[in-house]
């Protein structure tokens, strides 16, 4: 039997305790192993059903269309070094030095820093090691948009001396059926490969809840992504960061194994910093600019100052004038507060009398749905 074969079984339900799971994984590998060996073929696909699911859901089509992917795609028999070899790991662009969140923030950032540097002491000194063979830290950054979390990976990476590995939703997807889960392997086998700080954005996309009652292709490959996922983070020695705006998506598996930090927007005390590393020494400003007053307008992240500082001086050359003045700049940052789309997080509570509104709309549709299916497989069958 050739151990080195990589087979993968999806579609175990949730429901289904791991211990049974893992025994009927086993004896199935085990089975198609031999078969293989028998058969001498390189490759097989299996679909298990019952037949009336099969014939449901069109099993031989179903067969065809995954042979035809397979021919498109030149990738798909790629080993993980091998795909590994597309992600590339880089220095971080930015310092902790540049790093401005509020003071608690930080702490947590730093005592993160402290347990990365204190590794080699616990787990291989101490011996530590037995009894958690790949120790790790996985960071979760949850927050707002503009609050520091992309900035304050890179400065962590730069605080460890590590390379960083920037990979989003969209690097990891593809169009391609089963694809997603070998281009997460890859990541992080490039992560290990480069002693490379994981930084992941974008993460509700992966780590949201997985799904059940799947029937289509493209949810199941988005369960495979997300317990491929799982599977990686267990195995990984290194660091991992991910990054999100969304974290109440988040499947409670991932919650237990990372250490979650909270990006606010940034305090006065925070604001003012920024204000005044956004202003550089050539910007010609009027004797009234002081970066208190900036700071005291509130509900603004470092991008939206960064922004403001940039609408400004480009209207202040664009009139022809000569000083950026305290109003140009309060105007600025009010004008991009103004346009700033408002995520569903900051939506308003919607009344009683408008959820059951909105319910009794979603029956109807539901209702519709139906009916109209009843009457197309009337068709058919007549």
């Given at each position: 039997m050739n151990p080195n074969r990589d087979i993968r079984i999806l579609g175990i339900p949730d429901s289904i305790p791991e211990t049974i799971a893992a025994v009927f994984r086993s004896r199935l590998i085990t089975a198609v192993n031999k078969f293989l060996d028998q058969t001498n073929?390189?490759?097989?696909k299996i679909i298990i059903g019952t037949a009336s699911d099969l014939q449901n859901t069109n099993g031989e089509n179903y067969l065809s269309t995954e042979s035809e992917n397979n021919k498109e795609n030149p990738d798909n028999y790629l080993s993980s070094e091998k795909r590994a070899s597309r992600y590339k790991s880089g220095r971080p662009i930015f310092d902790f030095e540049q790093l401005v969140v509020p003071g608690e923030v930080k702490e947590d950032l730093l005592?993160?820093?402290?347990?990365?540097?204190?590794?080699?002491q616990v787990f291989d000194t101490w011996g530590l090691r037995k009894i958690e063979p790949f120790p790790r830290t996985a960071l979760n950054f949850y927050g707002k948009p503009g609050t520091g979390k992309t900035l304050a990976a890179h400065a962590i990476a730069s605080k460890i001396n590590r390379p960083i590995l920037v990979a989003s939703y969209a690097q990891i997807e593809s169009m391609y059926h089963g694809e997603g889960s070998k281009n997460i392997e890859a990541i992080f086998f490039a992560a290990e490969r480069d002693n490379a700080?994981?930084?992941i954005d974008e993460a509700d996309s992966l780590l949201s809840k997985r799904l059940t009652n799947v029937t289509q292709g493209s949810e199941q490959a988005i369960n495979s992504m997300r317990s491929q996922l799982l599977i990686c983070l267990e195995k990984f020695r290194g660091v991992v960061i991910f990054s999100t705006n969304l974290i109440e998506n988040y499947d409670k598996a991932f919650e237990t194994r990372v250490r979650n930090i909270h990006f606010p927007l940034p305090d006065k005390t925070s604001r003012e910093e920024i204000w005044k590393r956004h202003l550089p020494t050539e910007l010609p400003l009027a004797k009234d600019v002081t970066c208190e007053q900036l700071a005291e307008v509130e509900d603004v992240c470092g991008r939206d100052i960064k922004n403001a500082v940039i609408d400004a001086a480009m209207r202040v050359a664009r009139k022809d004038k000569s000083i950026v003045e305290l109003s140009d700049l309060l105007d600025?940052?009010?004008?991009?507060?103004?346009a700033r789309i408002k995520d569903e997080a900051d939506s308003e509570e919607l009344s009683p009398e408008e959820k059951a509104k909105i319910s009794e709309e979603i029956q109807a549709s539901l209702s519709n749905e139906e009916q109209e299916k009843k009457e197309f497989d009337s068709l058919e069958a007549d």
């Open positions: 073929l390189e490759n097989i005592l993160a820093v402290d347990l990365i540097e204190l590794e080699p700080l994981l930084f600025s940052i009010e004008r991009i507060k103004a």
